[in-house]
């Protein structure tokens, strides 16, 4: 496990140092759980934001998008339940002056019953070999299902304080498995309390009475306000969905792991509107949908994995989060719901407004139901970043650290390089850099040893580099460099277009979906 968090802190300073994401406000000593985007970041962030965009609208006849305003009416608030129920469970250590969630603080302990599990199972493995029967092993061994009694006693009980929003029991939990601060080791709480997550603000000028308005905890209540906006003028008929990118707020109590939990962050959302009683059907199109689209940047399918809910918002009849294998765990990337016609029922309620839908082939009207998929971008964009960097080792005293970014989504797709400041190069090289800046983001360096520059190259993931030699002035060849393979290859500047343009380009990304 410390050798992971090593990993992950070495992956974070990378990123700052190579100019993919910045502490906010550093220079002021930063602001905790929020951050900036760098030059490659921000490139690698709207790549990331154009695969989904793309693969949502341009792929789907039946998918549109919008771009809501992040202000609005603070009644729509009020209807989606978050004004009442958008809360957090927090807990303070009055030794340390931490804060912590209390329903995080019992999960970290369920999971150290799954660890107490997954150790037997895996001690028991490398003792049988071959004829171990993983199932048989966990019916029947001793240790095993005492552990799994236990936790599920815990579960059962954390699940039942939640879904009652029983605070005081939440906190005897806490006390009853004896869970102390990480930090100071005491087991001296305060009460459990609940936090809502919503920023708040005011609008207008105090002296007319200002209005209250929140920052959005979530993009998809600007989707559902604009339902019937987007339903007419774009005579949609069900299903269909609307898409949307977005920056969404939340005062999150504890902000941990980087970009992972952030205070201001960006979420991708799609709500697919469909007959009721079909929900189900749509629910499990999109699940697998959607992680079709994860499985296609090659990130290793392995570190993919669905969560199901055990316990479901009130509103949902089924929810899943896609999860990614980060170096601190399984960790959730997207959540694909199954959210009823809770929403826009509740802003029928509360705004008055019919929002129903003709069904022509039914010859009736219904409020549709919804099927929503919500991604972090922020999220999406550290699950790229940890799989993809590497220290590799290269013999010979010989290293490099290198982000094998899937190359439709690199921030940088091409360098050109002169092998040497003079005899005609730097213009030889401007000029093919000239030819392909239409197509690809592509850099121009002069500076410091062909290696080095190699590397620098390798260290912000730049799938290809042209170096531009003395022969390519007689023969217009130059030497194109992979950057996983470090294969090198002579190949015709005319060529290179074509050659690039066939690895890099999104829609040989887009083509693997349909
Ligand atoms: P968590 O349980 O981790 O708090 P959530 O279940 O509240 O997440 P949703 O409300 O389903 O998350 O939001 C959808 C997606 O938005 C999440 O899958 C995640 O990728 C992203 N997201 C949510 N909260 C944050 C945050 N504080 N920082 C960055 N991304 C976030």
Redesign the pocket.
Known sequence: MAKQEDVFKTIVAHAKEYGFVFQSSEIYDGLSAVYDYGQNGVELKNNIKRYWWEAMTMLNDNIVGIDSAIFMHPTIWKASGHVDAFNDPLIDNKDSKKRYRADVLIEDEIAKFDEKINKEVAKAAKRFGDSFDEAMFRQTNPRVLEHTRKRDELHTRFAKAMNDNDLADLKQIILDYEIVDPISGTRNWTDVRQFNLMFKTEMGSTADGAMEVYLRP?TAQGIFVNYLNVQKTGRMRIPFGIAQIGK?F?N?IV?RQF?????E?E?MEMQFFVRPGEELKWFDHWRQTRLRWHKALGLGDEKYRFHDHEKLAHYANAAT?IEFQMPFGFK????I?SRTNFDLSQHEKFSGKKIQYFDPELNESYVPYVIET???V???FLSVLCSCYEAQDLGNGDSRVVLHFPAPIAPVKCAVLPLVKKDGLPEKAREIQHRLRFDFTCQYDEKDSIGKRYRRQDAIGTPYCITVDHQTLEDNTVTLRERDSMEQSRVNVDDLQRILGDSVSLNSLLRKLV
């Open positions: 979530e969404a939340r999150e902000a970009i992972f939990r952030m205070r962050f979420q989060d959730e990337v997207e959540g719901h919500s991604i972090g922020d999220r999406m």
